[in-house]
Structures are given as structure tokens and as C-alpha cells.
């Protein structure tokens, strides 16, 4: 539990399992992504009231379930969980756009996360199962995946486009996994001033861009997409002026502080498509549950550290710069 910033605690507390909700969930992992840290830190652009059981990227295994539930899920099934739980009387929810819906709960703030031996998953939740069992570090990449098909589906790239994706970190890396095995025909560029995330890249057939020290008018109106997922402003900077006139610019990562950026190069001076997106859609989710199923073993690399609760704040504290994604996972199985 995270008493306040910076002070986190582990206690027992118990389930408030109510008659109509759709069952509990046994965690198996829980991804730690960017906004953990802000939450964690304190330093982030949400109105949120501590305590809290941080943790939305949420993966387990269903031990209890309501009889309304069974038909189409089972005791046993894996699932993924999505971060919103929506309300279904909003207009995006009454057009299927849950991921959008005006007056959601989340998983890991209003509602428990997934930093947790167990959940119960409330009635309205969007659980997604896993059709192939997976093992539990895999799973923890549900969330992490299904944010990156539906940065794919945003982007909606021609063959042969050339695309940039500025931050490889999770949903970055993810994004990579998912062209090499999908969609080869793609000029996929990646920018990173990490040499060991370049190396990785690389490896998955991309070509890397070194950092903005490797700015240099060569990049300017060179991409037909760009995929910003840093939440850097020095790095949308750079990608407004990478993209070509007509591109398509999809705005993902987090800014933690508002910036400042020429509208005009949208409008006036290149025509730019601009697309923001942050949570997946359903269809990205089942998308998601498939890949990881089918190409466990490639994603696993994506995976540097884990932590369980005995050492939690090693999450943020950590020290090592060859690290992408790190998750959590209870019963002490943390190394």
C-alpha cells in the first residue's frame, strides 16, 4: 500500500468481495510502468488521495466468480484486466469506446490495484482471457501490449512507410516486437541514447536515430509516422520537426508537466494528422492476450527486473539503465 508519496507499507486487508461483483482475481504480476513512479513520487498530474493500492496492469488468475460470469469465463482462466472501469451510460461508452469513458474508475488509484496477493474484480470491469496459458511474467505484459497494437492501429502506417518511435521503453520496445513479427515491411526507426536499447532494437530489425546529439538536419521531414512515447517535450520537438508534411503524429507518452510546443506546424506549415491515444481499446487487448501466447518467448526480453513486496521501492530506486520493463510479483518470487 502506498501510505503517501515515498512511504509504502504491506498489510492484510481484506477483500470487500460484494454479491454482484464479477469475481476475485489471484495476481499472478502487475507491470510497473511511468505513472507507478509519478504516483509514487507524488509528482503527477492527477487528483488522487492517498492511501492507495497502486498497480494497473493487472494479470491473474479467476478463483471466485459470479454465476452471472460463467458461461464465458471460467474458475482457473487468466485474464488481463484493463485499467478503466467504465461507467456504460456516457456517450463513448454507449458508442463501445470504453477506454474513453468520461466518468471511469481505475484500477491502482479509486479502485485496488494489483500490487496484492488477491483483487476482486468489480462488476463492469473489462477482462480479457487468455486463450493459451502463459506464465506469470508474461502476462504482466498484457497491458504494455495492448497499449502498443493500438498505437499501430492509430498510426494505421502504408507498406513500406518509414516510422519513428521516439522512447523505447516498454510500449516502444513492444511496438518493435509487434512489427517484426507483423509487419516486416516497415522502415522502423527507434530514437534512444541508450546504446543497449539500441542493440536491442537493432536486433528486432530496426535502425536507431542516437539520442537527440544525432539531430542533425539529415531527420528533418523524414518519416511518414512518428510515435511519441517518451512524454519528453525535447523529444516532440524533434519529431514535429522529423515528420513529413501529411504525416501522421501519434501522441502517447505521459508529459508530467504541461508544454509548449508551434501549432502551426500542424496546420500552416506541414498538415500534420495529430492522434493522441494513452489506454487500448478492447480490440487491442485481445490482440494483445493472442501475441503473447503464441511468441512467449521473445517477449520475455522485454522483462529486466522484478520485485515482489519485500523489496517494492527497488522499482523506482534502481540504479541500472539497462532496464525496460520491470513487474511485480508476489509470494516472494522477486530476483
Same mark, same amino acid.
Given at each position: 500500500?502506498?501510505?503517501?508519496?515515498? #512511504?509504502?507499507?504491506?498489510?492484510?486487508?481484506?477483500?470487500?468481495?460484494?454479491?454482484?461483483?464479477?469475481?476475485?482475481?489471484?495476481?499472478?504480476?502487475?507491470?510497473? %510502468?511511468?505513472?507507478?513512479?509519478?504516483?509514487?513520487?507524488?509528482?503527477? *498530474?492527477?487528483?488522487?488521495?492517498?492511501?492507495?493500492?497502486?498497480?494497473?496492469?493487472? &494479470?491473474?488468475?479467476?478463483?471466485?466468480?459470479?454465476?452471472?460470469?460463467?458461461?464465458?469465463?471460467?474458475?482457473?482462466?487468466?485474464?488481463?484486466?484493463?485499467?478503466?472501469?467504465?461507467?456504460?451510460?456516457?456517450?463513448?461508452?454507449?458508442?463501445?469506446?470504453?477506454?474513453?469513458?468520461?466518468?471511469?474508475?481505475?484500477?491502482?488509484? %479509486?479502485?485496488?490495484?494489483?500490487?496484492? +496477493? =488477491?483483487?476482486?474484480?468489480?462488476?463492469?470491469?473489462?477482462?480479457?482471457?487468455?486463450?493459451?496459458?502463459?506464465?506469470?511474467?508474461?502476462?504482466?505484459?498484457?497491458?504494455?501490449?495492448?497499449?502498443?497494437? =493500438?498505437?499501430?492501429?492509430? $498510426?494505421?502506417?502504408? *507498406?513500406?512507410?518509414?516510422?519513428?518511435?521516439?522512447?523505447?521503453?516498454?510500449?516502444?520496445?513492444?511496438? $518493435?516486437?509487434?512489427?517484426?513479427?507483423?509487419?516486416?515491411?516497415?522502415?522502423?526507426?527507434?530514437?534512444?541514447?541508450?546504446?543497449?536499447?539500441?542493440?536491442? &532494437?537493432? #536486433?528486432?530489425?530496426?535502425?536507431?536515430?542516437?539520442?537527440?546529439?544525432?539531430?542533425?538536419?539529415?531527420?528533418?521531414?523524414?518519416? +511518414?509516422?512518428?510515435?511519441?512515447?517518451?512524454?519528453?517535450?525535447?523529444?516532440?520537438?524533434?519529431?514535429?520537426?522529423?515528420?513529413?508534411?501529411?504525416?501522421?503524429?501519434? #501522441?502517447?507518452?505521459?508529459?508530467?508537466?504541461?508544454?509548449?510546443?508551434?501549432?502551426?506546424?500542424? $496546420?500552416? =506549415?506541414?498538415?500534420?494528422?495529430?492522434?493522441?491515444?494513452?489506454?487500448?481499446?478492447?480490440? $487491442?487487448?485481445?490482440?494483445?492476450?493472442?501475441?503473447?501466447?503464441?511468441?512467449?518467448?521473445?517477449?520475455?526480453?522485454?522483462?529486466?527486473?522484478?520485485?515482489?513486496?519485500?523489496?517494492?521501492? +527497488?522499482?523506482?530506486?534502481?540504479?541500472?539503465?539497462?532496464?525496460?520493463?520491470?513487474? =511485480?510479483?508476489?509470494?516472494?518470487?522477486?530476483?
Amino acid at each position: 500500500m502506498l501510505q503517501s508519496p515515498l #512511504q509504502t507499507t504491506t498489510q492484510e486487508v481484506k477483500i470487500d468481495s460484494l454479491r454482484d461483483d464479477f469475481g476475485v482475481l489471484k495476481i499472478l504480476s502487475t507491470g510497473i %510502468c511511468a505513472a507507478d513512479g509519478y504516483l509514487y513520487s507524488g509528482k503527477h *498530474p492527477w487528483s488522487i488521495e492517498y492511501p492507495i493500492i497502486p498497480g494497473h496492469e493487472i &494479470f491473474g488468475e479467476i478463483v471466485e466468480l459470479n454465476s452471472s460470469a460463467k458461461g464465458s469465463f471460467c474458475i482457473g482462466d487468466q485474464v488481463t484486466l484493463q485499467v478503466l472501469i467504465p461507467c456504460y451510460l456516457c456517450e463513448p461508452c454507449l458508442n463501445q469506446r470504453f477506454n474513453l469513458c468520461l466518468k471511469a474508475c481505475h484500477f491502482g488509484s %479509486c479502485e485496488r490495484g494489483g500490487f496484492a +496477493d =488477491f483483487i476482486r474484480i468489480p462488476q463492469g470491469a473489462r477482462v480479457h482471457k487468455f486463450e493459451e496459458k502463459v506464465d506469470s511474467e508474461i502476462g504482466a505484459l498484457a497491458e504494455t501490449f495492448a497499449n502498443a497494437f =493500438f498505437c499501430l492501429d492509430l $498510426a494505421n502506417p502504408l *507498406p513500406n512507410a518509414k516510422v519513428l518511435i521516439m522512447g523505447l521503453g516498454s510500449i516502444g520496445m513492444s511496438i $518493435a516486437h509487434i512489427v517484426s513479427e507483423r509487419y516486416p515491411q516497415l522502415d522502423l526507426w527507434g530514437l534512444t541514447s541508450s546504446a543497449w536499447k539500441r542493440s536491442m &532494437f537493432e #536486433q528486432l530489425g530496426g535502425r536507431c536515430i542516437n539520442g537527440l546529439n544525432d539531430s542533425s538536419e539529415r531527420f528533418t521531414n523524414s518519416f +511518414d509516422v512518428v510515435i511519441e512515447c517518451s512524454g519528453f517535450e525535447s523529444n516532440l520537438e524533434f519529431g514535429l520537426d522529423a515528420i513529413k508534411p501529411g504525416g501522421r503524429f501519434i #501522441q502517447y507518452g505521459v508529459f508530467r508537466d504541461k508544454v509548449s510546443i508551434d501549432f502551426n506546424v500542424f $496546420a500552416e =506549415f506541414k498538415s500534420i494528422n495529430l492522434l493522441g491515444g494513452h489506454l487500448a481499446n478492447d480490440d $487491442a487487448f485481445e490482440k494483445a492476450t493472442v501475441f503473447l501466447g503464441r511468441n512467449p518467448d521473445r517477449v520475455r526480453k522485454i522483462i529486466s527486473q522484478r520485485v515482489s513486496f519485500n523489496d517494492f521501492s +527497488d522499482a523506482f530506486h534502481s540504479t541500472n539503465r539497462q532496464k525496460i520493463k520491470t513487474i =511485480f510479483v508476489p509470494e516472494g518470487m522477486s530476483r
